[in-house]
C-alpha cells in the first residue's frame, strides 16, 4: 500500500500565514526572529532560476526606504537557515546592505518545502513559464504525484497543470524565448499543438519578430491548415487515379504530341490538352478530327 502523501490543508493561505499580517505585528508576538544574512543559505531547489535585475534593483530600493516588509520563511539547519519562501527579497536585501533580515522558522518536512517555494513563486512572483513548468514536473516525480493531486494542492486546473507540462516538450530553442519572456505561456501552449519541430521553429521565430499576439498566432496556424488541406486533397486525388489512367494519359500525349492531363476516373473526368502557338492549336486539331 502506498504511503499517505501529507497533505498542507489549506492552499495558499495555510501555507503561508505569515503573510497574512506584518513583521512588526509577528514580532510582537515573538514569531520572527532575525538572522543575519551570513546565516542564510539559499534553496539550490527552489523553482525560480532566473531573477530580473531591474526588479531586484527597484526592490532593494524599496527595502532601503521601507524595510522588509514581510519575513523570509525558513527551515532551520544547524545553526544555519534555509530559504524556503522569500529569496528574491533576500537577495534584495543584500543589495540594499542590509545585515540581518527578519525570518520565521518553519518545520516543514522537504515535501512541502518543495510546495511552498512553488506556490510563493507562482502566486507572488511570477515565474517564467518554463520554471513554473520544471517546478510541477519536479513535484510530481520527487514526491509521486498525479497531475491531479498537483491541481489541488496548487489551486490549478487539472487541464492547467497538463498545459503548463506540454511545454517541456517543446524544442529548447522555443523554451528558450519561453524563458527569455520573448514568448508568453499563452504563445507556447498554442504551439504545444502543433507536431513538426521545423514549423514549431519557424513559427516562434516568426511571433518574436513580427510581434505575434496569442490570438494573431491562432490564425496564422489555422491559415496554414487551410492551405495544406487542398494540396492533401490534390494529392490523394492524383495517388487514386494514377493507376488507371497513367497509362491512357502517356497515349495521348504520345498520340497528340503534346501535353496532356486526366482528372477524374475511368467513368468520369475531363481531359486537359496543352498548345504552345496557333500552328500548335491546328496540328492537335488535326489530330483529334482525324486529318493527318
Same mark, same amino acid.
Given at each position: 500500500?502506498?504511503?499517505?502523501?501529507?497533505?498542507?490543508?489549506?492552499?495558499?493561505?495555510?501555507?503561508?500565514?505569515?503573510?497574512?499580517?506584518?513583521?512588526?505585528?509577528?514580532?510582537?508576538?515573538?514569531?520572527?526572529?532575525?538572522?543575519?544574512?551570513?546565516?542564510?543559505?539559499?534553496?539550490?531547489?527552489?523553482?525560480?532560476?532566473?531573477?530580473?535585475?531591474?526588479?531586484?534593483?527597484?526592490?532593494?530600493?524599496?527595502?532601503?526606504?521601507?524595510?522588509?516588509?514581510?519575513?523570509?520563511?525558513?527551515?532551520?539547519?544547524?545553526?544555519?537557515?534555509?530559504?524556503?519562501?522569500?529569496?528574491?527579497?533576500?537577495?534584495?536585501?543584500?543589495?540594499?546592505?542590509?545585515?540581518?533580515?527578519?525570518?520565521?522558522?518553519?518545520?516543514?518536512?522537504?515535501?512541502?518545502?518543495?510546495?511552498?517555494?512553488?506556490?510563493?513563486?507562482?502566486?507572488?512572483?511570477?515565474?517564467?513559464?518554463?520554471?513554473?513548468?520544471?517546478?510541477?514536473?519536479?513535484?510530481?516525480?520527487?514526491?509521486?504525484?498525479?497531475?491531479?493531486?498537483?491541481?489541488?494542492?496548487?489551486?490549478?486546473?487539472?487541464?492547467?497543470?497538463?498545459?503548463?507540462?506540454?511545454?517541456?516538450?517543446?524544442?529548447?530553442?522555443?523554451?528558450? $524565448?519561453?524563458? &527569455?519572456?520573448?514568448? =508568453?505561456? %499563452?504563445?507556447?501552449?498554442? !504551439? #504545444? *499543438?502543433?507536431?513538426?519541430?521545423?514549423? @514549431?521553429?519557424?513559427?516562434?521565430?516568426?511571433?518574436?519578430?513580427?510581434?505575434?499576439?496569442?490570438?494573431?498566432?491562432?490564425?496564422?496556424?489555422?491559415?496554414?491548415?487551410?492551405?495544406?488541406?487542398?494540396?492533401?486533397?490534390?494529392?490523394?486525388?492524383?495517388?487514386?487515379?494514377?493507376?488507371?489512367?497513367?497509362? $491512357?494519359?502517356? &497515349?495521348?500525349?504520345? =498520340?497528340? %504530341?503534346?501535353?496532356?492531363? !486526366? #482528372? *477524374?476516373?475511368?467513368?468520369?473526368?475531363? @481531359?486537359?490538352?496543352?498548345?504552345?502557338?496557333?500552328?500548335?492549336?491546328?496540328?492537335?486539331?488535326?489530330?483529334?478530327?482525324?486529318?493527318?
Amino acid at each position: 500500500m502506498a504511503a499517505q502523501k501529507k497533505g498542507l490543508g489549506r492552499g495558499l493561505d495555510a501555507l503561508l500565514d505569515p503573510y497574512s499580517v506584518s513583521v512588526e505585528e509577528q514580532a510582537r508576538a515573538g514569531a520572527v526572529l532575525t538572522a543575519h544574512v551570513r546565516d542564510i543559505d539559499t534553496n539550490a531547489l527552489q523553482p525560480r532560476k532566473q531573477f530580473d535585475e531591474q526588479s531586484l534593483n527597484e526592490l532593494a530600493e524599496s527595502i532601503r526606504v521601507h524595510g522588509i516588509v514581510q519575513p523570509l520563511i525558513v527551515k532551520q539547519k544547524g545553526d544555519r537557515y534555509m530559504i524556503i519562501a522569500g529569496e528574491r527579497r533576500f537577495r534584495a536585501a543584500r543589495l540594499a546592505g542590509l545585515q540581518e533580515v527578519p525570518v520565521l522558522v518553519a518545520d516543514y518536512d522537504e515535501a512541502q518545502i518543495h510546495e511552498v517555494s512553488l506556490i510563493e513563486n507562482i502566486q507572488r512572483e511570477n515565474l517564467n513559464p518554463i520554471e513554473e513548468a520544471a517546478a510541477i514536473r519536479f513535484l510530481m516525480k520527487q514526491h509521486d504525484m498525479t497531475q491531479e493531486e498537483v491541481s489541488g494542492r496548487l489551486g490549478k486546473s487539472r487541464p492547467a497543470i497538463a498545459n503548463a507540462l506540454r511545454l517541456l516538450q517543446l524544442p529548447e530553442s522555443v523554451i528558450e $524565448l519561453l524563458k &527569455s519572456g520573448a514568448l =508568453s505561456a %499563452g504563445h507556447g501552449r498554442t !504551439l #504545444a *499543438g502543433l507536431t513538426e519541430k521545423w514549423q @514549431i521553429e519557424q513559427l516562434a521565430k516568426e511571433c518574436v519578430e513580427r510581434e505575434y499576439s496569442v490570438r494573431t498566432l491562432e490564425e496564422r496556424i489555422k491559415s496554414l491548415s487551410e492551405k495544406k488541406k487542398p494540396q492533401t486533397a490534390a494529392k490523394k486525388e492524383k495517388a487514386q487515379r494514377s493507376a488507371e489512367l497513367a497509362g $491512357l494519359e502517356e &497515349s495521348f500525349r504520345e =498520340s497528340l %504530341g503534346t501535353k496532356v492531363s !486526366l #482528372a *477524374g476516373s475511368s467513368t468520369r473526368g475531363k @481531359i486537359t490538352i496543352e498548345y504552345y502557338s496557333r500552328e500548335d492549336l491546328e496540328r492537335v486539331f488535326e489530330k483529334i478530327a482525324g486529318r493527318e
